[in-house]
């Protein structure tokens, strides 16, 4: 009798574990990263690559990864980074594929430079942990997981065999190709050369300094100079790294969370202004996206107040829209674009703070983000809203604009097209000039 109850207790909880682990796939992202490792797994699957939680799809890069000669001992940092979200995450991005193209088989944790909390301007405070935007469990599992050739560090002290004297070379791409252009921002179009170049470098110093060549044995770290975010064609690996990429940086979930809440708020305002379009239902929970860029260190040539609040207001009009969430860092022209909006165009706006004071444990987690933290949650809900307008050349439009882009034929979506709308958004700029008009950003950014 006794054994016979040991069989039922047994499998009573046999059957529990075998259903905890079929809903293991829909609580933990990084299954479902793993679960798209093959072309054919993703052949069929419906996959929104535009939204902030998509799944990583890794067969991409663990395909350039498979391409790649790999050199042991060669440590890659990408921490010299500054500004806003868009450029911190292009940098990385564009320093962690050229480690790829360099076959360093280590990388240092990315860190985030910070700014100061006394002068916004200052984009060079101390630096801040990958963590302060980024969800570092799925960064280093995504990338181990499609390129298991990579170690990821700590620190440089942690690299082994390095010991306290590991001084890292800095590095600038531009010194290792001729490129040929007659800007200095000229992209790097020999990118897929990186890696035959910088080995030769890495033969040169060596010899002239009477050091071993890079080995497990006798590591060497390599720095990643500043202001090579805006510096690869993308498109050279194929649209489907290019819409992939990107995923390797996940916002950490409380950020995450918090944008997602405030997109499903801005939801709920939306049913309750205006008078829906015919062909929408009652309590339309349609409503416009728009980064207004008119800060103090707003460049004197790019688009100003008037031409940004126009543009935006009268698309939202076009659309039929009733509601528009509104991203910005100058107060006083939020207040002046909102009251425009109010009484001339019967459109409803609103800014992740109005919202959220009607939910005040959302807004006491918004009070504990500091400024670009709090962009962050911008970027979340301009991801989520039905039609995005923003400007050029503000990197943090364009990613937007880019990344709602790749919705459009997902794995395969191609290029924006410079200077025109999509089905999904719109950049206000001028459009003439690939140098001045800062277009060659386009042609760099990873969505």
């Known amino acids: 009798m006794a054994r016979y109850r040991n069989i039922i207790v047994t499998s009573f909880f046999v059957s529990l574990v075998t259903l905890w682990l079929c809903r293991l796939p829909h609580l933990s992202w990084y299954n479902q990263a793993a679960a798209f490792s093959s072309p ?18 890794s067969w991409p890069l663990a395909r350039v990864c498979k391409e790649t000669t790999w050199n042991p001992g060669v440590v890659f940092i990408c921490d010299d980074n500054s500004g806003g979200i868009g450029n911190i995450r292009n940098y990385i991005l564009t320093c962690v594929r050229y480690a790829i193209e360099a076959g360093a088989m280590g990388l240092v944790l990315p860190r985030i430079r910070g700014r100061s909390s006394n002068d916004l301007a200052d984009l060079f405070a101390e630096h801040q942990p990958f ?31 390095a010991g306290k004297g590991l001084e890292p070379e800095k590095i600038q791409p531009i010194t290792y190709t001729k490129r040929g252009g007659c800007d200095q ?7 897929d050369r990186f890696g035959i170049e910088f080995r030769k470098h890495m033969e040169k110093t060596s010899k002239e300094n009477k050091f071993p060549f890079p080995s497990m044995e006798h590591p060497r770290a390599y720095a990643m100079a500043w202001g090579v975010q805006f510096d ?12 992939t990429f990107g995923g390797l940086l996940k916002f950490r979930k409380d950020i995450m969370d918090l944008g997602l809440k405030t997109a499903k708020y801005m939801r709920q305002y939306a049913t309750t202004q205006g008078t829906t379009p ?13 980064h207004l860029r008119s800060e103090s260190d707003a460049l004197a040539f790019w688009p100003k107040f008037e031409q940004q609040s126009h543009a935006y207001l009268e698309k939202t009009r076009a659309l039929q829209f009733h509601a528009a969430y509104l991203a910005t860092g100058n107060e006083t022209e939020a207040d002046k674009l909102t009251e425009i909006a109010r009484s001339k165009y019967l459109i409803g706006v609103m800014t992740k703070r109005k919202l959220l004071e009607a939910y005040p444990s959302d807004l006491k987690t918004l009070d504990k983000l500091t400024w ?6 911008d970027y979340i809900v301009l991801l989520e809203c039905q039609y995005f307008t923003g400007v050029s050349p503000s990197s943090f439009s364009m990613n937007v604009a880019i990344k709602r882009h790749t919705k459009m034929d997902g794995l ?12 999904r958004s719109m950049l206000v700029g001028s459009y003439e000039k690939y140098w001045e008009d800062w277009l060659f950003m386009f042609d760099s950014i990873w969505p």
């Open 40 to 57: 054919a797994s993703t052949a069929n699957a419906d996959l929104d690559l535009s939204r902030v939680d998509a799944p990583f799809v």
């Open 131 to 161: 963590e302060y935007y980024f969800d570092k469990k799925h960064f280093t599992s995504s990338l181990q997981t499609a390129c298991p050739e990579i170690a990821i560090y700590k620190s440089v002290n942690d690299i082994p065999n």
């Open 185 to 191: 921002r000229e992209l790097n179009k020999h990118s």
């Open 232 to 243: 690869i064609q993308v498109y050279r690996d194929g649209p489907e790294f290019v819409s």
């Open 278 to 290: 015919p062909d929408k239902p009652v309590g339309s929970t349609n409503f416009t996206g728009m």
């Open 372 to 377: 670009d933290q709090q962009a962050l949650i």
């Open 412 to 423: 395969y979506t191609r290029p924006w097209k410079i200077g025109r709308e999509d089905e």
